[in-house]
């Protein structure tokens, strides 16, 4: 009896721990810190919740204090490294990945065009005209952690080329919300830190460009590229993303001759036959071996690896629990112009729509092909998982609007519609599997 509740303990544990290093447990994650987040705003501790983010954080150096409070630590400083995890991703795919060829490329490259245009259409057309005009780029975001968390969730009820289609299409529209955010969410810009950031992008791709493999460099110049973005009046964020697409996707060593190296000391190892203790040389061969493995991973991926569990972990789940949180009350005044609407209709519908439209458009004019393994239920079915707009709409709406109320009104809708979008996504991927089925 007791060995079965060992067994059992073990298998628990096992099970647990497979779940969270799944990619659908960074969703699940997320999903917690923004209930976290609602459920103290609207409590008795809100007042505690609100005030604690504007503690300022730094040091004093001769009366003049350096650092920001802890609103901006999150914003400004801790989503640089998931920006910069995202240009790490948007580099790779579009050298070796899903978007490396013209072919492969373009047909979630229209579907993501398709899912930010017609989005911003709809908030523009309702706001025209108003002073929140500008929100017109809080629709046009993809949260690709829950909405790739509800795909795997899933599981075999969805084609895996239906996870390939939205990682890709996501890839894309994070691509077309850094483009947004750099050209319309920029009040004003001093030239002279933008010239200084200018000449250090050049340096940074001169590093690439002569072969420097060690990251030291790139994170060195990269931490004073975003002092000086960051002082330019351009969301520093932008300088994570520049900083990723500098750096190198070539490993220090050819993976050709680490196999060969590789089969060399195999056939050593195996003609000394040493059973119990290996000599001095092969220790040596050893350690050797295990600095050439490490050099076959290139200096991107490598990166890109170390930020992963950090930006799944910790800065996203944290950056939901420092936004999310809206008082939900009488005192929001859901009158102001139509952003709820907007954004509301911009996720909902204008995702699935954008998506599917153009997608069926340029297929029809033989501009792009559908994956053979998709149809056009689940093109519109991941449409809708695409109106998931929650980490990256929220980061937009803090941009976007200068009004306390506006940026909360913003978020509810965003809530509300990422909540809508992931239940109305989710039965129709289920439902059109079970058709199929019968």
């Known amino acids: 009896m007791k060995n079965n509740n060992i067994e059992t303990?073990?298998?628990?544990?096992?099970i647990l721990l497979r779940?969270?290093?799944?990619?659908?447990?960074?969703?699940?994650?997320?999903?917690?810190?923004?209930l976290l987040a609602l459920l103290i705003a609207n409590s008795s501790f809100s007042d505690?919740?609100?005030?604690?983010?504007?503690?300022?954080?730094?040091?004093?150096?001769?009366?003049?204090?350096?650092?920001?409070?802890?609103?901006?630590?999150?914003?400004?400083?801790?989503?640089?490294?998931?920006?910069?995890?995202?240009?790490?991703?948007?580099?790779?795919?579009?050298?070796?990945?899903?978007?490396?060829g013209f072919q492969k490329a373009i047909f979630p490259v229209v579907a993501a065009l398709?899912?930010?245009?017609?989005?911003?259409?709809?908030?523009?057309?309702l706001n025209?005209?108003?002073?929140?005009?500008?929100?017109?780029?809080?629709?046009?975001?993809?949260?690709?952690?829950?909405?790739?968390?509800?795909?795997?969730?899933?599981?075999?009820?969805?084609?895996?080329?239906?996870?390939?289609?939205?990682?890709?299409?996501?890839?894309?529209?994070?691509?077309?919300?850094?483009i947004v955010i750099a050209i319309f969410y920029t009040n004003q810009i001093l030239w002279e830190y933008l010239i200084v950031a200018s000449v250090l992008i050049l340096l940074l791709f001169l590093l690439n460009k002569i072969g420097v493999k060690s990251l030291i460099p790139y994170l060195f110049f990269g931490v004073?590229?975003?002092?000086?973005?960051?002082?330019?009046?351009?969301?520093?964020?932008?300088?994570?993303v520049i900083l990723a697409f500098c750096i190198p996707l070539q490993a220090r060593e050819n993976k050709k001759n680490f196999l060969s190296f590789l089969q060399e000391i195999m056939d050593n190892f195996y003609q000394k036959n040493t059973e119990i203790h290996w000599d001095k040389e092969q220790e040596k061969t050893l350690k050797l071996l295990y600095k050439k493995s490490i050099h076959t991973q290139s200096p991107l991926e490598i990166l890109e690896h170390k930020l992963h569990p950090w930006s799944a972990y910790f800065i996203m789940p944290l950056f939901a629990f420092a936004n999310a949180g809206v008082k939900i009350d009488s005192g929001i005044d859901f009158g102001i112009d139509h952003i709820f609407l907007g954004v509301l209709l911009g996720l909902l519908l204008g995702k699935p729509i954008g998506i599917f439209l153009i997608t069926y458009l340029c297929s029809k004019l033989k501009i792009a092909s559908k994956p053979v393994d998709l149809s056009w239920f689940h093109i519109f079915g991941a449409g809708m998982l695409s109106g998931i707009?929650?980490?990256?709409?929220?980061?937009?709406?803090?941009?976007?609007f200068d009004n306390e109320q506006s940026v909360e009104i913003a978020k509810v809708a965003i809530l509300l519609a990422s909540f809508l979008s992931a239940i109305c996504g989710s039965l129709m991927l289920i439902l059109f599997n079970k058709l199929k089925t019968k």
């Open 224 to 240: 004073i590229l975003w002092f000086v973005v960051y002082k330019s009046g351009i969301h520093a964020t932008i300088s994570a």
């Open 19 to 34: 779940f969270i290093q799944s990619e659908s447990f960074s969703g699940f994650f997320l999903f917690i810190s923004m």
């Open 389 to 400: 707009g929650f980490t990256m709409s929220i980061f937009v709406s803090n941009l976007a």
């Open 114 to 125: 398709g899912g930010m245009i017609i989005p911003a259409l709809i908030y523009y057309t």
């Open 48 to 100: 505690l919740y609100f005030k604690f983010w504007h503690y300022e954080f730094g040091f004093s150096f001769n009366d003049v204090f350096i650092g920001f409070d802890l609103h901006h630590w999150i914003n400004d400083v801790l989503m640089s490294f998931f920006f910069l995890m995202v240009g790490l991703e948007i580099k790779r795919e579009f050298l070796v990945g899903e978007l490396s």
């Open 9 to 14: 303990n073990t298998s628990f544990r096992k």
């Open 128 to 178: 025209v005209g108003t002073n929140s005009i500008h929100g017109f780029g809080i629709p046009m975001a993809t949260d690709i952690a829950f909405a790739l968390g509800i795909v795997l969730l899933l599981g075999k009820r969805v084609p895996f080329a239906l996870k390939v289609f939205l990682v890709t299409l996501a890839v894309v529209d994070d691509l077309g919300a850094i």
